[in-house]
Each structure stands twice: as structure tokens, then as C-alpha cells.
């Protein structure tokens, strides 16, 4: 398995946007968990829940396990965590003006979640021209707005055009939750690849659960090994 290597990147600061259903909250977990590893705990990393929209699945819920790996978490709600409103922690500003610090931003990638982006945009586009952050936009291809490349390529465009600021990676996340399958996994590489190719984006990894991912029978470039955290609220 071709491990993401986070290490060989230069960014302290990582947005992860994605539509409704597409897993970017599972990602945003997940990847504060694999750079707190990579980097050493001590890195001092905060995941910023930034998702106003989505109700069910929010990195926030998963703020125990990641305070117990020394990683702050902190949401657009703060005191009202059940709750979605359009504020922005004032934390954000700190991280843009703080190199010393690391984040991690899960964002919608729906209109509003895309003007979060562009109510930031002169700060977000300072610390990009100075290779200190990356958009990283997850496509899946068992969802409806990101099935067939041209809604694929629309998606990615509409978050970029918003917010007024370039998407610098893609993330293949194709998953059917327990059902997902290698085929699954190999359709996403493939829808992925197509707009990566037409938009001129590269893939930044391929997100896989982590038993899924050990099956893989060729190489199909960065994985980033997932565990699952969140659930429906069913699940619970």
C-alpha cells in the first residue's frame, strides 16, 4: 500500500471541502489523527469543525478521541455544539497569523460552506502564496452531485469560483459505507483521474477504509488509510 506521506508536504494548514454525504468529516478525523502521528503529538494541531450545514456527521462529536491525542478541537458553535450557526471562532485568525500552528479545516461544499472559504479569502490566499495551506475537495462517485464527471467537474468548479480561491487537491473518497467494495475504490480512481486531468488538479490521496485498503490488488497512488468514527445517528 503507497502510504499518504505527510511529511513530505509543506502546508500547516489543510481545508478538506465536500458536498453533503461525500465523507469529508470522516477525512478531516482522520487525517488530523494521521499528521498528529506523522508529526508527533506534540505539533500542537486543532481541527476547526467549520461545517454549518450538515447535521448528522460532525467532526466535532469526535472531540474526546482527538483531545486524547493532543489535538484541539474547535467548531463554529461552541457553546451551542448541537447546534449549526454561521459563526466563526476567532481561533481562525490566530491559526492564519500563527505559523507555528496546524490545522485542519472541515468545511461544507455546499454555496455556504464555499463563502466560509471566501469570507477568509485574503487570508487563506496570503498563507497559500506562501505554501503554508492546501484545499484539498473530496469527490465520490456513488453520490449524486459528484457521480459522472461532468457534475464531478462542476462541483470542483463551484467551490472554487465562490470562494474565490483554487482548489490544490483532489480526494478520491468512493464508498458505499459497510458495502464498499475494491470496484467502488478502482470507479473513484477512475472519475477522479478524469477531473484531475480536465481541471489540471492533482489527487492528493485516495481516502479507504483501512481493511478495504490492504485488499487493493494494484497500486493507485497516496492512500489514506480510514477508520471509521462517525455514525448515522441510527448507529448510535
Known amino acids: 500500500m503507497n502510504e499518504y506521506d505527510v511529511k513530505s508536504k509543506g502546508a500547516r494548514i489543510t481545508l ?9 468529516s470522516e ?8 499528521i498528529a502521528v506523522k508529526l508527533g503529538e506534540e505539533a500542537g494541531i486543532t481541527l476547526f469543525d467549520l461545517d454549518i450545514v450538515n447535521p448528522y456527521f460532525r467532526s466535532r462529536e469526535c472531540r474526546d478521541l482527538l483531545e486524547q491525542r493532543s489535538i484541539r478541537v474547535v467548531s463554529s458553535a461552541e457553546d451551542f455544539p448541537d447546534v449549526d450557526l454561521p459563526y466563526m ?43 503554508e495551506a492546501e484545499i484539498f475537495c473530496v469527490i465520490n462517485a456513488n453520490r449524486p ?8 467537474v462542476s462541483y470542483v468548479k463551484k467551490i472554487r469560483d465562490t470562494a474565490g480561491i483554487p482548489i490544490t487537491g483532489l480526494i478520491n473518497n468512493t464508498h458505499f459505507f459497510a458495502e464498499t467494495e475494491p470496484e467502488d475504490i478502482y470507479r473513484g480512481v ?13 489527487i492528493a490521496f485516495h481516502a479507504v477504509e483501512r481493511s478495504l485498503a490492504e485488499k487493493l490488488d494494484k ?5 489514506l488509510p480510514m477508520d471509521i468514527f462517525l ?3 441510527w448507529e448510535k
Do not use: C, W
Not at 478538506?16 to 465523507?23: E, K, N, P, T, V
Not at 497500486?219 to 492512500?223: R, S, V
Open 145 to 152: 452531485m459528484t457521480k459522472k464527471h461532468e457534475a464531478a
Open 89 to 131: 471562532p476567532p481561533e481562525l485568525t490566530s491559526l492564519f497569523q500563527d505559523n507555528s500552528r496546524i490545522g485542519v479545516m472541515d468545511i461544507g461544499g455546499d454555496p455556504a460552506g464555499a463563502r466560509v472559504l471566501a469570507r477568509y479569502g485574503v487570508e487563506l490566499n496570503k498563507v497559500m502564496q506562501a505554501g
Open 190 to 202: 477512475e472519475l477522479t483521474e478524469s477531473v484531475s486531468d480536465e481541471l489540471g488538479i492533482p
Open 27 to 34: 477525512i478531516s478525523v482522520n487525517y488530523a489523527l494521521f
Open 231 to 233: 455514525k448515522k445517528p
Open 219 to 223: 497500486d493507485i497512488g497516496p492512500i
Open 16 to 24: 478538506i471541502a465536500g458536498h453533503y454525504g461525500s465523507g469529508k
